[in-house]
């Protein structure tokens, strides 16, 4: 029966989000984005709160591990870890994007092991955090295109290559590398390795300044000659041309509704922050009343409003299809597409609507707005999502469509 | 058809000289002449209401029926219940395989066939609105369902969509919000052999219009009401016999009144506008419609205006959402197939982007309407979601038309292609209020 609420189940762990966003992240956000690079402890309590979270109760945490797709038998409508950890993200995110990107434990790292990982591996790698390193410095969305290569030798994986944009890349303790085992076996031969930190020959060249969620450190690296136990490989070792790129790119489908969830809990904050300073300048929003009868600035708001709320429903659609074993890489990429730029367009329109109070630091709106960016760029920009829904839509590959 | 007045007599002196003229059978001007001069008639003058049946209660109701709201559900769920997929499934092969066909010559005719309205009210949306105990089939009341059948009827034709759910919005009216009496006169003929036309008339001919504020008025004379005013587009309204009509109530604000068509003092005018053509709009005018006491609907209460407003935007919404679907569908295929420069034109970026932008904002405007029709069949408030999801069908929809168009390019412009049609009823989506209820 068709029912688009917060899952009564789950109120309680949005409740304890929105307080660790309330009580932690806001209060810790000026903060932090001025004082780049520097590791906000603040988190370290929080990350054994989450760990406290996840394990307690049913196992259906808010973490980033959340997104593994578990093999039961049930058949009726589920609503599991993939919807808990979407609307724990967008609270968290209502609090600071770049807190939640450096939560200790919750890297996108870690959504891809819980998303791909065997058994074996979930448990040694229990217990740590885990980054995410694919892009190099001469490919960010042709991720096929990558360089750094795996060459099997005894029992390891020898990497070499150079990683950008790692984020948490200073802070994790495991890095997710792809590499390809074979660079003229195209998409098939890459697969993703975990290197821990300290293994010999993996270096962080440098970090990142940056535009927005500056409380995350971004990081860049160099492997050479890094050895790396063959067990070490996430997924099947063989190279398949049959099941091509979809053992790495099956992370995307339950990362990219988790990214999607930054950019909603982003935008509520604008929204919710606009429309109180708004009302304070006398501008109030009926929903009954034609929007073009009220104050301009309350028509834009219903929108921004209206603009969020398709993101927000597009993105708990995606993670829902994801608890119920549904394919959902087409509705992934469009929560992550609508939510992307909606949460860009919301959040400078919020500054504008707010004039200076939007535009000065003394509020974080500006900052909200700077963070936003990131949201359309990361885990596959807006094009790429475009090109993925209209590949799907239109039965075109890559190849025919480009 | 009353024929009489001085702009008539003129215009019967100006067509007798133009007739004699030698060179209009030589150009052949005569078919179109006479083709214009018709419709010209239709347009200018108004006629009065259809004659109503005598509205009679048949039985004595001790309080008035109403259905159960929905359980609501522990969990979050995209899936229809297996009733609502049966409805939904029989809903869309009427509409691709009966509507649709039927929807450019109901386009053209300014009006739907009776065969399609006929064939609709065989699905038993009718009697689905109506509780048992006054005749129907309903149990739950479900604005989920409606949206579904709604978006279903949709993707056949926005026009004969409207025409055949004109008069269920008015049942639904007297189902939520009649009184016993009300209930029992107007109820068992909705539900009979031959249902009445029926239309729920909010909107009125002005810029900026807003709900709220009405220009119909109703003022209390003894203890009855009476109702001046001009409502637009109005669907069916020369077939209507029923109507259910939104008016300033002195002193009291805007409030729902039952108004019979034979109502002296009530007339209908032919208002065809942009899209919406199948569905014969038209305006309602009332001048001086004397009504009993017993014709207010809802007692005036403020909420349920509202909840009425919200109600119809949500099914405005799932007008849009079929639309906009059938629109995706056709562009699909064409952009697939229609080759320019060598290569299919869904090869380049700038086509496969409209297409996916269009699916992923129906998409969100298809679970902004769901979220708003789920709440408000669990009881729960709706205002702000009805709100947003109007929004969103009205920007949104119209995207989607335009691009629809667009893609299409030169073919999109002309009628041997549906998209034109879609791209002026989509329109409506932004404008209309009432004539449904979800």
Redesign the interface.
């Known amino acids: 029966?068709?029912?688009?609420?917060?899952?009564?189940?789950f109120r309680m762990l949005v409740e304890q989000a929105h307080r660790v966003a309330e009580e932690i992240f806001r209060p810790n956000s000026r903060r932090y984005d001025r004082a780049e690079h520097q590791y906000p402890k603040e988190l370290d309590m929080l990350g054994a709160l989450l760990d406290g979270m996840n394990a307690s109760g049913s196992g259906e945490g808010a973490g980033a591990a959340g997104v593994r797709r578990s093999g039961d038998g049930d058949t009726g409508?589920?609503?599991g870890s993939n919807?808990a950890t979407v609307l724990g993200t967008i609270e968290l995110c209502w609090g600071d994007v770049g807190f939640l990107l450096t939560m200790p434990r919750q890297g996108l790292g870690n959504a891809a092991i819980a998303s791909v990982a065997t058994d074996e591996q979930l448990e040694r790698f229990k217990g740590k955090w885990a980054a995410m390193a694919i892009t190099e410095p001469h490919c960010g969305s042709d991720s096929a295109a990558i360089r750094t290569t795996a060459r099997l030798d005894g029992d390891h994986y020898v990497l070499n290559g150079d990683k950008i944009f790692v984020t948490a890349g200073e802070r994790a303790d495991l890095i997710v590398v792809w590499a390809t085992l074979d660079r003229n076996a195209g998409r098939a031969a890459i697969k993703s390795f975990v290197v821990e930190k300290g293994t010999p020959g993996l270096e962080l060249v440098r970090l990142e300044h940056k535009l927005g969620i500056r409380a995350s450190d971004t990081a860049q690296f160099a492997l050479r000659d890094c050895r790396v136990p063959k067990e070490n490989l996430l997924g099947d070792p063989e190279i398949r041309t049959d099941k091509g790129f979809a053992g790495v790119m099956q992370t995307f489908d339950n990362t990219r509704p988790l990214v999607a969830a930054m950019g909603v809990g982003l935008a509520r904050a604008c929204l919710e922050q606009t429309r109180q300073l708004l009302q304070q300048a006398g501008v109030d929003l009926d929903?009954?009343?034609?929007?073009?009868?009220q104050h301009a600035a309350a028509a834009e708001l219903?929108?921004l409003?209206?603009?969020f709320?398709?993101?927000r429903?597009?993105t708990?659609?995606a993670a829902?299809m994801a608890d119920n074993r549904k394919p959902n890489s087409l509705?992934a990429s469009?929560a992550k597409?609508?939510a992307g730029r909606s949460c860009v367009e919301i959040a400078l329109k919020c500054v504008e609507l707010c004039g200076a109070l939007g535009y000065a630091e003394t509020e974080l709106l500006e900052k909200w707005a700077r963070d936003a960016k990131i949201i359309d760029i990361f885990e596959g920009t807006q094009?790429i999502?475009?090109?993925i829904?209209?590949?799907r839509?239109?039965?075109?590959t890559s190849a025919?469509?480009? | 058809m009353s024929i009489s007045g001085k702009a008539m007599g003129l215009g019967l002196r100006a067509l007798n000289r133009f007739a004699g003229l030698p060179w209009v059978d030589r150009f052949g001007l005569r078919k179109p002449a006479e083709r214009v001069l018709f419709h010209g008639a239709k347009l200018g003058f108004r006629t009065a209401g259809a004659l109503a049946r005598r509205f009679r209660a048949t039985q004595q109701l001790l309080a008035p029926v109403r259905p159960a709201p929905a359980q609501a559900p522990a969990l979050f769920d995209l899936t229809p219940t297996e009733e609502q997929q049966m409805l939904r499934e029989a809903a869309l092969g009427f509409a691709l395989e009966r509507m649709r066909p039927a929807a450019q010559g109901a386009d053209t005719a300014g009006a739907a066939p009776d065969d399609i309205l006929a064939g609709i009210a065989e699905l038993g949306i009718a009697q689905m609105a109506i509780p048992e105990a006054l005749g129907g089939v309903g149990g739950e009341r479900s604005a989920i369902t409606n949206v579904l059948i709604a978006e279903a009827l949709a993707q056949g034709d926005m026009g004969l969509a409207v025409a055949a759910l004109a008069p269920v919005a008015v049942s639904t009216a007297l189902v939520l919000w009649g009184d016993e009496h009300q209930q029992a006169t107007y109820l068992p003929a909705f539900v009979g052999e031959r249902a009445p036309a029926a239309a729920l008339a909010v909107l009125e001919p002005r810029p900026l219009f807003d709900p709220l504020v009405l220009q119909t008025r109703a003022r209390r004379s003894g203890t009855d009401y009476v109702l001046d005013g001009v409502k637009a587009l109005v669907p069916r309204a020369q077939a209507a016999e029923l109507f259910v009509v939104a008016a300033e109530l002195e002193g009291q604000g805007p409030a729902l009144f039952i108004v019979e068509s034979s109502s002296a003092g009530l007339s209908v005018e032919p208002d065809p506008a942009m899209g919406l053509r199948a569905a014969s709009t038209a305006r309602l005018h009332l001048e001086g419609v004397r009504l009993p006491g017993n014709a207010l609907l809802g007692q005036a209460d403020a909420a349920i205006y509202r909840d009425c407003l919200r109600l119809g935007r949500v099914g405005w919404c799932a007008l849009a959402v079929g639309t906009a679907q059938a629109a995706l569908d056709y562009v699909i295929p064409y952009v697939n197939e229609r080759v320019a420069f060598g290569e299919p034109i869904s090869h380049r970026q700038s086509v496969a982007f409209a297409v996916a932008d269009i699916a992923i904002e129906l998409e969100g405007m298809r679970l902004a309407t769901w979220r708003a029709a789920s709440r408000a069949e669990q009881g729960l408030d709706f205002a702000r979601e009805a709100a947003l999801a109007r929004r969103l069908c009205a920007d949104k929809g119209m995207m989607i038309g335009s691009q629809a168009v667009q893609l299409l390019g030169g073919h999109g412009f002309v009628k041997e292609h549906p998209v034109e049609r879609w791209y002026r009823d989509l329109r409506a989506a932004a404008v209309m209020e009432g004539v449904l209820l979800v």
């Open positions: 029966m068709i029912n688009l609420e917060t899952p009564k189940k409508n589920r609503n919807l929903p009954d009343r034609p929007a073009y009868a219903l929108r409003e209206a603009d709320e398709a993101a429903l597009l708990l659609q829902w509705q469009m597409a609508k094009q999502q475009q090109l829904v209209a590949r839509l239109l039965g075109k025919e469509l480009k």
